[in-house]
């Protein structure tokens, strides 16, 4: 068996407090974390958890990673903006254009997120989190989709996307130009072995389909950090 993707992860400078907002946004609860962070729990089985990890880092540039929130009409996603803007987000300008009928805001930490409009065929039956689209190649698309035995549902043009059996949110990767790295990334994923299984079988496994070791100076508290092909840091966890 595959690892599983157990979050997505945030570093935040004030984890519960971007927590609630996001809680707040998306209508899930809250839960504790074992490492000092703030869990948002899935809202099905198809879904993932998003984690808010402390950190004393400033956000730098754009992330290569966010959120695409989807809508059922014109009230819908004025109303989730509406929503995020009262719980502390804001409108940003990322050079998006008016005739893209989506709303580009931010977190109260920076972070980059889109409200869709409704009608958009690509997120169809997704849920309201439609997409976790990310700058990347073509190749860590294949990657991810061998990493998590997550089917590509687009390959065309070297942009990917991949899905999980399960259905729910797609993760996406628009092919070049990726966005060059302005240090650590903001966003990442947290993976969890089978319950039975062998994390460092697993590392072993990831490393063979591409991925690269990463020292941090965090080794032995509970994961093993990597880095996919284009770079970005992810984390495999011990099984519990």
Not at 9 to 33: H, K, N, Y
Not at 64 to 87: E, K
Not at 145 to 153: D, F, N, R
Request: aromatic share 8%.
């Amino acid at each position: 068996m595959t690892c599983q993707l157990f979050a997505v992860c945030f570093d935040a400078s004030e984890p519960l407090s971007l927590a609630r907002f996001w809680s707040g946004v998306l209508g899930r609860e809250t839960a504790e974390d074992p490492h000092d962070g703030v869990l948002i729990l899935p809202g099905d089985e198809s879904g993932f958890r998003i984690r808010f990890l402390p950190t004393e880092e400033r956000k730098v540039g754009q992330n290569r990673m966010h959120f695409d929130l989807t809508s059922t009409s014109l009230a819908d996603q004025q109303q989730t903006v509406a929503r995020a803007l009262g719980l502390g987000g804001q409108h940003i300008d990322v050079g998006q254009r008016p005739e893209e009928g989506h709303v580009v805001l931010a977190d109260p930490d920076g972070n980059e997120f889109c409200v869709i409009g409704p009608g958009n065929k690509f997120l169809a039956g997704c849920g309201f989190v439609g997409a976790l689209a990310c700058d990347g190649s073509q190749e860590v698309g294949y990657f991810w989709s061998e990493a998590l035995g997550w089917p590509l549902v687009w390959d065309q043009d070297e942009e990917t996307a991949i899905q999980s059996p399960l259905g729910g949110a797609k993760i996406t990767w628009g092919g070049p130009p990726v966005a060059p790295k302005t240090g650590r990334n903001r966003l990442h994923f947290d993976l969890a072995p089978p319950a039975d299984g062998d994390r460092q079988a697993e590392v072993d496994r990831l490393l063979s389909l591409g991925a690269t070791r990463i020292d941090t100076g965090q080794g032995g508290v509970g994961w093993a950090e990597l880095a996919d092909p284009d770079g970005n840091e992810f984390r495999v966890l011990t099984p519990r």
